[in-house]
């Protein structure tokens, strides 16, 4: 069956360091997404793309990128972790446009517990 | 531009007992709206979605929504609560095509 994993499920790190959280869906879906969820907040949009080589910063992108090099992927970097991004992070995919309209479902990862201190 | 509302953070029913989960949503455009459900350490499952077809949808877990555009509403219902409905749930609508704007989610607790 066709499923989309985050790794590592729980991670500590400390203040400063670099961090990448990996997401890969076999969907073959042009879109995918990563949010951080925050009490209060709900779920917020961090970075998205559209397909092989496209990224787009999304609400709360700022200290975050990513990088998309085949469909399957699109990992997320911390480039210095800070307090701040202590959260749960969860990857998201969708087909996209090329589909049928009903395809703006998306489909969650089972999330990545990050704590820096 | 779109967003949406979940009006109270925190509900809880008993067993047997209606659930009613509030969401209205603000939008430029027919909008296309879901309704998410999140269990404990988990990600988030669709429940259902409307996409301007019927207005009343039904999903899963006998869950459905209503779409009321004169009320801006979307609101989740199930007829009758079991304890594994316990769960967060969040309301989301489309934006600029591809992206979900959330609520910021209706925790349900359910009381034996």
């Known amino acids: 069956d066709a499923e989309i994993t985050q790794s590592p499920r729980h991670k500590i790190t400390e203040t400063g360091r670099q961090v990448t959280l990996a997401c890969h869906q076999t969907?073959?879906?042009?879109?995918m997404f990563w949010y951080r969820q925050d009490l209060g907040h709900g779920l917020r949009l961090i970075h998205y793309s559209y397909g092989v080589q496209d990224t787009n910063k999304g609400e709360v992108s700022d200290g975050y990128s990513v990088s998309r090099s085949n469909t399957e992927d699109l990992p997320l970097t911390l480039e210095s972790a800070a307090s701040s991004q202590t959260s749960v992070y969860f990857c998201a995919s969708s087909v996209g446009l090329a589909g049928p309209s009903s395809s703006y479902e998306q489909y969650f990862g089972p999330g990545t517990r990050l704590t820096v201190t | 531009a779109q967003s949406v509302t979940q009006l109270g953070s925190h509900v809880s029913v008993s067993e047997g007992a209606l659930v009613l989960l509030r969401c209205n949503y603000s939008?430029?455009?027919?909008?296309?709206l879901f309704w998410y459900v999140q269990y404990p350490n988990q990600g988030l499952q669709l429940l259902l979605k409307y996409t301007s077809a019927a207005t009343l949808v039904k999903g899963i877990n006998g869950f459905e929504a209503e779409f009321k555009k004169s009320e801006t509403s979307f609101h989740l219902t199930k007829p009758s609560a079991h304890m594994s409905d316990a769960a967060e749930y969040f309301c989301a609508v489309i934006h600029n095509t591809d992206k979900l704007i959330f609520g910021t989610g209706t925790r349900l607790q359910v009381f034996p």
């Open positions: 969907w073959n879906h042009n879109n």
């Open positions: 939008s430029s455009v027919p909008p296309y």
